[in-house]
């Protein structure tokens, strides 16, 4: 099928890429034009395991292009909407500027027959709105919600085998007939058993952030466990371990420690409050602000164990941060609770000093003000605290008896509960962790 994929940052470049090896014909369209015409080469403009290899082999083969220019998406059947959905400056709210933008650039293309399928994750709403507007120019268009639930680091994976499909139907012929057309575009994944839920748009749409945030909440229970671990010498991660057991819990998304970031989990539970607020519903999740609380309380109380481990005060010591991006494997940086713990410990008169095996790019160019080192060693030179706040694999595998060498003072805080505290204890050093004794 002849694809077309509107916006192309973390979601749409992933997107475009895996449609082609699927055996589509795919043109991404977005506004930044380094960004195009890095994809174009066949470059990745971020760090996702496995997608320079996707965007090689599909430019190589001449059915992936990407352009600043929409009428290229003028031949193509399915348009996908992949823009991002940003927190509002100052306002909880999710901004759909980019919605909004790539609407009008996508209207004036519309044929009878296209489906426009939107995948950003947006306010209950928006897909209405979209669907009047395209109703307006094309009224043998159909739009259908088909929210994505990939997650970075595992993006690639998550679009070529999705653990389901929900797509979210307009009217129930038109809706029918764009159903049958998206069929075709995910036949190999559906052929291979992927579940698919048909539904109205506002449940699509809602079950995203349902899902985003019930996430936020199982990470937001297990750190406000850690606070009573805390509190009673008890220890989280076994906890955690003991309740994961029981499988109605399950033991996934309950590891204890620095809190959520990225550039999903904190805007969305944000922006759905924010929506709740304008249906009149606001406490059916008044629960959220509370989730949002205990996961920025993490990030505070990192900073004071830095400061008890430092002996009262960290101003003036040399702290080194392992970790810049919000989890491993990405090169992303928004909302990244390291970063975060990171100057607040500067803002605090500390000496920071940040190293991550990818995001140094992006974290200097956000956070000028922190010193970064390019490896562990020059990072943790004559550190009087080290604190891992990103397990990346080569951070959990560090040798502390090595590591002990280079530092000052051998105390490490394990803000992921990602290391074992019996053997960095037995080689010298004072460790500490969230929720931990
Ligand atoms: C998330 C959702 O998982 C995905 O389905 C959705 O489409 C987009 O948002 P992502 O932001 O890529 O994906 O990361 P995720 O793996 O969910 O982690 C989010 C944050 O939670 C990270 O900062 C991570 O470190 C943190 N986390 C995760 C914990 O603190 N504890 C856990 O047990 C799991």
């Not at 823009?83 to 509002?88: I, L």
């Not at 690639?156 to 797509?167: G, S």
């Not at 399950?250 to 709740?276: E, Q, S, T, Y």
């Not at 290391?419 to 010298?428: C, I, K, N």
Request: hydrophobic share 45%; net charge negative; aromatic share 6%.
């Amino acid at each position: 099928m002849r694809i077309s994929v509107f916006g192309c940052g973390y979601l749409g470049a992933v997107h475009a890429a895996c449609m082609t090896k699927l055996g589509h014909d795919v043109v991404g369209v977005d506004v930044v034009e380094d960004h195009v015409a890095a994809l174009a080469r066949g470059e990745a403009p971020f760090f996702e395991p496995g997608l320079e290899d996707l965007l090689v082999e599909g430019v190589g083969t001449g059915r992936l292009e990407f352009t600043t220019d929409p009428q290229r998406a003028a031949d193509a059947t399915v348009h996908f909407v992949c823009v991002g959905t940003p927190q509002k400056r100052g306002e909880k709210a999710a901004d759909l500027r980019y919605i909004w933008s790539a609407t009008e650039n996508l209207l004036p293309l519309l044929k009878p027959g296209d489906v426009v399928v939107g995948k950003s994750t947006v306010p209950v709403g928006t897909a209405e709105e979209l669907a009047e507007r395209v109703a307006a120019v094309q009224p043998e268009a159909e739009v259908v919600w088909n929210p994505e639930f990939l997650r970075e680091g595992f993006a690639v994976q998550d679009t070529l085998h999705p653990d389901r499909f929900v797509y979210g139907l307009g009217d129930a012929e038109s809706g029918r007939r764009a159903a049958a057309t998206l069929d075709e575009v995910y036949a190999e994944a559906l052929a291979a058993g992927t579940p698919k839920i048909e539904t109205d748009l506002a449940t699509a749409q809602l079950v995203k952030v349902a899902a985003n945030s019930f996430l936020a909440t199982k990470i937001s229970f297990i750190n406000a466990m850690a606070e009573l671990c805390e509190a009673t010498g008890a220890d989280v991660t076994a906890l955690a371990d003991a309740i994961g057991h029981d499988s109605r819990i399950g033991r996934k998304f309950l590891n204890a420690g620095v809190g959520f970031g990225g550039g999903c989990l904190p805007k969305d539970i944000r922006a759905f409050m924010a929506r709740a607020g304008e249906l009149g519903v606001d406490q059916a999740l008044s629960f959220l602000r509370e989730v949002d609380s205990i996961n920025l309380r993490r990030r505070v109380r990192m900073v004071d164990l830095a400061r008890e481990v430092c002996g009262g005060s960290i101003v003036g010591r040399r702290i080194a941060v392992l970790g810049a991006a919000f989890k491993p494997n990405s090169d992303d940086i928004r909302d990244s609770p390291a970063l975060n713990v990171a100057a607040q410990m500067q803002l605090q008169g500390a000496q920071v000093t940040v190293t991550d095996p990818k995001a140094i790019d992006n974290a200097s160019k956000a956070w000028p003000d922190l010193a970064f080192e390019a490896t562990v060693e020059d990072a943790v030179r004559d550190a009087d605290a080290v604190l891992l706040l990103t397990e990346w694999p080569e951070y959990v595998a560090l040798d502390p008896v090595d590591l002990a060498t280079h530092v000052t003072g051998p105390r490490i805080i394990d803000g992921r509960n990602a290391l074992d505290p019996v053997v960095w204890r037995s080689a010298g050093w004072t460790y500490r962790a969230l929720g931990r004794p």
